[in-house]
């Protein structure tokens, strides 16, 4: 995403870390990470988006509506749901996965 490198550049540092810790920390029963969609909180509600838009307004061509309907970020509650059900042994299968829950925004 254009203007965003930064936030790129440390989701990919997430995804590595995940990966090198299922390995390291599975059998402690660590296995995973969530790659949330925008979520309502401050850092979700920031406004330097719009400045970022307003300065450079074809940016907003590079971002997809998702799958899933997105006129609002998503409530905390529904992000921590998916962390309990994480911790849970309903997900004792899971490891190495990084959990989209994204409303679908990467891939459209």
């Known amino acids: 995403m254009p203007g965003c ?12 870390l995940t990966n090198s810790l299922a390995v ?8 995973v990470s969530v790659h949330p969609y925008g ?4 850092m979700g509600n920031g406004l330097s988006m719009y400045q970022m838009f307003q300065d450079h307004p074809h940016y907003i061509h590079s971002f997809s509506p ?9 409530a905390p509650d529904l992000i921590s749901d998916i962390v309990v ?5 309903a997900s004792s299968l899971v490891t190495a996965a990084q959990i989209p829950a994204d409303k679908g925004y990467l891939k459209i």
């Open 24 to 31: 390291e920390l599975g059998e402690f029963g660590i296995r």
């Open 39 to 42: 979520t309502d909180t401050p």
């Open 85 to 89: 059900w994480l911790a849970s042994d």
């Open 5 to 16: 490198g930064h936030y790129c550049a440390t989701k990919f540092g997430v995804v590595g």
């Open 66 to 74: 998702g799958a899933l309907p997105t006129d609002s970020l998503a």
